[in-house]
C-alpha cells in the first residue's frame, strides 16, 4: 500500500523555525508533486505548498508566502517544509499529500500528518 | 485565487436519506472539482475527482456532478460510515483550493 510518512512537528515558540520531512516507504516521490495541506485544530483544510516532480516549480498560500519554503531532496527521495517566522496561526496539523496526474491532479495519497503547535 | 464555497456547512440526516451538498467555485474551474470526506480523526480521502468520476473502492451511493461553478455530491442513501465531512477543492489553478467543509452529522 503507498503511504506518505511526515516527520518534524513539534512544539516551537512563536517566532521560531521548524522542518518538516515527507517520505514514502514504498515509491519514490521522483516523478510526482507534493502538496502540503494543514488544518489548524478543530478546522477544516486549508492547502499551504506545493512542488512540482522537478522541483523547478513551487508554489505557496498568501497565508505563508515568505515565511515558508518548500523544497525536494531527490538523492534523499524527500520532500521538506521549512517553515519560519512562525506564528499561534500556524498550529496545525500539516499533511504530505500527493497529487496523481491520472486522476485528473486530484490528491490521492495523504500522510497521517504531523502536528505543529506554535506556542509560548 | 479561487475561492470555493460549500453549503450547508452543517447538516443532520438519518440513514437512508438522500442527500446533496453543493459547492460553488468563484469562477469557472470547468470540471476540475474534487470531493474529499474526512472522518474525526482520520486523514482526508479521496472520493470524486474531475467533477465526477468515481475515485477506486468508493461506494457508488456517491456521486458528483457539475461543470464550470457549480457541483454537487449526492448520497443516494445514508449509510452509518458516511457520517463525516466533505470537502470541496479545485484542482484548476494552482491555488487548490478546499471548500470549507460540509459536516454530516446523524439526525
Known amino acids: 500500500e503507498e503511504q506518505l510518512v511526515e516527520s518534524g512537528g513539534g512544539l516551537v515558540q512563536p517566532g521560531g523555525s521548524l522542518r518538516l520531512s515527507c517520505s514514502a516507504p514504498r515509491f519514490t516521490l521522483r516523478s510526482t508533486a507534493i502538496h502540503w495541506v494543514r488544518q489548524a485544530p478543530g478546522k477544516g483544510l486549508e492547502y499551504v505548498s506545493a512542488?512540482?516532480?522537478?522541483?523547478?516549480?513551487?508554489y505557496y498560500a498568501d497565508s505563508v508566502k515568505g515565511r515558508f519554503i518548500i523544497s525536494r531532496d531527490d538523492s534523499k527521495d524527500t520532500v521538506f517544509l521549512q517553515m519560519s517566522s512562525l506564528t499561534t496561526e500556524d498550529t496545525a496539523v500539516y499533511y504530505c499529500v500527493k497529487e496523481s496526474k491520472l486522476i485528473l491532479d486530484a490528491f490521492d495519497i495523504w500522510g497521517q500528518g504531523t502536528m505543529v503547535a506554535v506556542s509560548s | 485565487d479561487i475561492q470555493m464555497t460549500q453549503s450547508p456547512s452543517s447538516l443532520s440526516a438519518s440513514v437512508g436519506d438522500r442527500l446533496t451538498i453543493t459547492c460553488r467555485a468563484s469562477?469557472?474551474?470547468?470540471?476540475?472539482l474534487n470531493w474529499y470526506q474526512q472522518k474525526p480523526g482520520k486523514v482526508p480521502k479521496l472520493l470524486i475527482y474531475?467533477?465526477?468520476i468515481l475515485n477506486s473502492g468508493v461506494p457508488s451511493r456517491f456521486s458528483g456532478s457539475g461543470s464550470g461553478t457549480d457541483f454537487t455530491l449526492t448520497i443516494s442513501s445514508l449509510q452509518p460510515e458516511d457520517f463525516a465531512t466533505y470537502y470541496c477543492?479545485?484542482?484548476?489553478?494552482?491555488?487548490?483550493?478546499f471548500g470549507q467543509g460540509t459536516k454530516v452529522e446523524i439526525k
Open positions: 469562477q469557472i474551474i470547468n470540471t476540475h
Open positions: 474531475g467533477a465526477s
Open positions: 477543492q479545485q484542482s484548476y489553478s494552482t491555488s487548490w483550493t
Open positions: 512542488i512540482s516532480s522537478n522541483g523547478a516549480g513551487t
